[in-house]
C-alpha cells in the first residue's frame, strides 16, 4: 500500500514536472510572442508617421495653392472656379482631417493623445463644416442648412477636435439620409 502510494505520488510528481515545463516552455513562447507583437506595433507607428508626413505635405500644398488662387494672388478667377477652388479646399482639408484621425487613433492607443484648448468662433467652424460637406450633401440630392442660436459665440474647447465631431456627425447624417431626404 505505501509503496502503490509511493508509486502514485511519482507519477503525480513526474506529471506536475511535466505540466511546470510545458507551463515554462509557453510562457517562453507568450514572451516572444509578445516582443514580436511590440516590434509589429512599433512598426505601424512609424509607418503612420511616415504616410500621415507624406499625405499631408501635397494637402498642404493643395490648401495652401487653393488659397492663392482664392485670394487672386496668381490672377482673376471668376465666381464659378472660386466657387470650385473653396470646394477643393475645403476637401483637401477634410482629407487631412482624417488623415490626422487615422494618427489620432494610433496616440489614443499609446496613451498618448493631448488635447489642446483654445478659444475660437464656434458659428464660424459650424459655417466651414458646412461648407465641406456640402458636395458629399449635394451629391445625394440633399442641402445642409444651419440654424445658430445669435447668441452662440467664441468657446474654449479643442478646435480640431470639435471641428473632428462635427465633420463625423455631419457625414453621418449625409451617409445615412436618402437621397431626396
Known amino acids: 500500500m505505501v509503496s502503490e502510494r509511493t508509486a502514485d505520488l511519482g507519477e503525480t510528481r513526474d506529471a506536475l514536472m511535466n505540466l511546470v515545463e510545458d507551463l515554462n516552455r509557453k510562457a517562453q513562447e507568450l514572451e516572444k510572442a509578445n516582443v514580436r507583437l511590440q516590434e509589429v506595433d512599433r512598426l505601424k507607428s512609424v509607418f503612420l508617421a511616415t504616410m500621415s508626413h507624406e499625405l499631408r ?3 498642404n500644398s493643395i490648401i495652401g495653392f487653393t488659397g492663392i488662387l482664392l485670394q487672386k494672388l496668381a490672377g482673376p478667377v471668376n465666381e464659378e472656379q472660386a466657387k ?6 475645403n476637401s483637401a482639408r477634410h ?3 482624417l488623415i490626422n484621425d487615422v494618427l489620432d487613433i494610433s496616440k489614443i492607443e499609446a496613451g498618448q493623445l493631448e ?3 483654445e478659444r475660437f468662433e464656434l458659428p464660424e467652424m459650424i459655417e466651414s463644416v458646412r461648407k465641406t460637406m456640402e ?16 447668441g452662440i459665440g467664441p468657446v474654449t474647447s479643442d478646435r480640431r477636435r470639435v471641428e473632428q465631431i462635427l465633420l463625423n456627425l455631419v457625414g453621418n447624417a449625409v451617409k445615412f439620409t436618402e437621397s431626396g431626404g
Open 57 to 59: 505635405t501635397p494637402l
Open 84 to 89: 470650385q477652388l473653396g470646394m477643393v479646399k
Open 95 to 97: 482629407l487631412l482631417a
Open 115 to 117: 488635447i489642446v484648448r
Open 135 to 150: 458636395p458629399l450633401a449635394a451629391g445625394k440630392g440633399l442641402a445642409l442648412s444651419k440654424v445658430l442660436d445669435p
